[in-house]
Nanobody
């Protein structure tokens, strides 16, 4: 059974940091690229960051560049999203998702279109 389980979310003050984890199982981790997505209340889901399984290359949406870092642990089959300098507008439910490599730019720019597997999501709330 495929599972992607997010953890590490919660309430944080603006300017603070959180690290999200996405623990995966049930598929060959090395064959899949992993992305983080988010959906704020009343808004469409959007791609936040992704990481390539082949060369570790990364992609970030413009609004998180320089503040968020995606990384992966191939031993633990886990992907992380380190979030810093958090802003009120980062408040959302965050999801991790997997796509058989290579992940497409469309998946990141069209809110996860074509992703194969999804986690259930975890809320992140940034307060002033």
């Amino acid at each position: 059974e495929v599972e992607l389980v997010e953890s590490g979310g919660g309430l944080v003050q603006a300017g603070g940091s959180l690290r999200l984890s996405c623990a995966t199982s049930g598929f060959t981790f090395d064959d899949y690229d992993i992305g983080w997505f988010r959906q704020a209340p009343g808004k469409a889901r959007e791609g936040v960051a992704c990481i390539s399984t082949s060369d570790g290359s990364t992609y970030y949406r413009d609004s998180v560049k320089g503040r968020f870092t995606i990384s992966k642990d191939n031993v633990r089959n886990t992907v992380y999203l380190q979030m810093g300098s958090l802003k009120l507008e980062d408040t959302a439910v965050y999801y991790c998702a997997a796509q058989r490599a290579p992940i497409t730019l469309a998946s990141m720019t069209i809110g996860g279109y074509g992703m194969d597997y999804w986690g259930k999501g975890i809320p992140v709330t940034v307060v002033s």
